[in-house]
């Protein structure tokens, strides 16, 4: 950590380490647009979001005024956002690729008094969408932003604890829960996450996933603390966007374990010795499981190093893989939590494990989140300790490192034996044939729950059998209660519009018949 970042960690809020880092290293970039090249330097960042916090004064937000934007990944979302910050409104990001149902129940819930929108983007009609829903103070934030002279702002924010963001959890099986973050909960996720890549000024970073996800502000975190940029993707799609990582030399990316399995695939197409990025040397994400597998044949063929995390919208950093940790580590745990971070692994009661012993996973730190819009979502989420429930099951080991077996809700239980969807699946990776696999348990009025393994295989690939899958698994040593009982092969697993993440609800309600 240099003596540059650590001054600029202790910032209160997040305006106050725009500023500071736009005074040491003003005509530095920090964000480049992939598509089009267009930069934007430090101090451009921070003198644009005051002529846009002017603007948008001018319309009448005020500190305290609740702002919704779904917004691309562009510098116009970004100096949007740094601006809603410099007036110490509350903003609420929404995903781009969000609808009627989602975008209408986070603008009722956080109570919006305006809605910036990116008019027609990708074929659909945001500002459409905001007139059916009833917004208020819906205005087009793409191409241009509202501009105003700064001299006729109020102070600046000095308080980094107030709650000022609002995210939305993915609702991937009911209604989504509206997180609440300060600047300070944001600057201990960003900064931990710096600190464990060993970043430099001479990094150039990457954002291939929507900015309005929670590691949008927690990226930014770590460009300022470091002092280099990021290349912004506006639509992340491969080949296509491999011009843009080449062309501006990037050499940190990754987002999560699809997009490692994504750049792996590309690989894979180019003639034996050929870099897929030449200026690549590490991937870093988090937000999904990393099977053994893929973080091994990522530094195999890809040639660079492979971090991985673990975070969540409470929670945006927990624990990070450091590009120093051993092989064995990074391959097979999430890193290790930071110095503000306590993780503590407990029996369903909440009493602490010893090390080693599998349980749920509890969090306490700077970088957890103040609760959630609704109070009693609030109450259940939190123990009487403090610690944020988070339904995750894992084990600590002897060095610190955190290792995840799944979630609470993930294990299948057959014939009152517990069975991780996660072993069997870092199993099935291994297996020539699978692109990736999803384990799930469906309903069984013999077993209880009998465990599926749902497939999406590499074009070309010969179609795998049951069989075949099932002697692989007994060659891995796995138990025989835990092998599967049934196969599909799908064309695509199901994913969110974010991490691509998989949806395993979605594959249960298809096979549960």
């Known amino acids: 950590m240099t003596d540059t970042a650590r001054e600029l960690d202790r910032s209160a809020t997040l305006w106050e380490l725009i500023a500071r880092r736009a005074a040491v290293t003003p005509d530095a970039p920090v964000l480049i647009e992939a598509g089009t090249g267009r930069t934007l330097t430090f101090g451009g960042l921070r003198d644009g979001a005051e002529r846009v916090a002017a603007g948008l004064h001018g319309l009448g937000v005020r500190p305290g005024t609740v702002v919704a934007w779904q917004l691309p990944t562009r510098i116009e979302t970004v100096l949007l956002s740094v601006a809603l910050a410099r007036l110490g409104a509350v903003q609420t990001p929404v995903i781009p690729f969000y609808r009627d149902r989602e975008v209408g129940f986070a603008l009722t819930e956080s109570k919006a008094a305006y809605f910036a929108v990116p008019g027609t983007w990708r074929g659909f009609d945001h500002t459409a969408m905001a007139e059916r829903l009833g917004a208020r103070g819906v205005f087009e934030a793409y191409a241009g932003l509202p501009e105003g002279d700064p001299a006729v702002l109020p102070p600046p924010p000095a308080s980094g604890t107030d709650v000022r963001w609002i995210y939305w959890t993915s609702g991937t099986t009911s209604d989504p829960k509206g997180v609440l973050h300060t600047d300070r909960s944001l600057i201990a996720g960003g900064s931990c996450l710096a600190h464990a890549l060993r970043l430099s000024a001479s990094d150039i970073g990457s954002i291939a996933f929507p900015y309005a996800h929670i590691g949008g502000p927690d990226y930014l975190v770590m460009l300022l603390l470091y002092g280099f940029p990021a290349v912004l993707f506006e639509k992340f799609a491969l080949p296509e966007s491999l011009d843009g990582y080449r062309r501006h030399g990037v050499t940190v990316a990754g987002g999560s374990t699809a997009f490692y399995s994504m750049f ?53 950093m927990i624990t990070m893989g450091s590009p120093d940790d051993t092989d064995e580590n990074l391959a097979g745990t999430e890193g290790r939590p930071p110095a503000g971070m306590s993780v503590r ?75 991780s969807a996660k072993e069997i699946e870092d199993l099935l990776h291994r297996l020539p044939g699978v692109g990736d696999v999803a384990v799930i348990g469906l309903p069984d009025p013999e077993r209880g729950e009998r465990v599926c393994a749902v497939v999406e295989q590499p074009a070309g690939a010969e179609p795998l059998t049951l069989a075949v899958l099932t002697a692989h698994l007994r060659s891995e040593g796995l138990a025989t209660h835990k092998l599967p009982e049934q196969l599909e092969l799908v064309e695509a697993l199901p994913r969110n519009d974010t991490l691509r993440k998989v949806l395993k609800y979605k594959l249960r309600e298809r096979y549960a018949g």
């Open 264 to 316: 792996l695939a590309e690989q894979r197409r180019l003639p034996p010795g050929e870099k897929l990025i030449p200026t690549l040397r590490l991937l870093a994400g988090g937000g999904a499981p990393k099977p053994p597998e893929i973080y091994h044949a990522v530094v195999r063929e890809l040639g660079c190093r492979l971090t991985h995390g673990y975070g969540m919208t409470e929670v945006p």
């Open 345 to 419: 692994i407990t029996d369903p009661d909440g009493k602490p494990v010893p090390a080693g012993t599998d349980g749920e996973v509890r969090l306490r730190g700077e970088a957890v989140c103040s609760g959630y819009l609704d109070p009693a979502q609030s109450a259940a989420a939190f123990d009487a300790d403090g610690y944020l429930v988070t339904g995750d099951l894992g084990h600590l080991t002897g060095d610190g490192h955190l290792v995840l077996t799944g979630r609470s809700k993930d294990v299948i239980i057959r014939k009152g034996e517990n069975i």
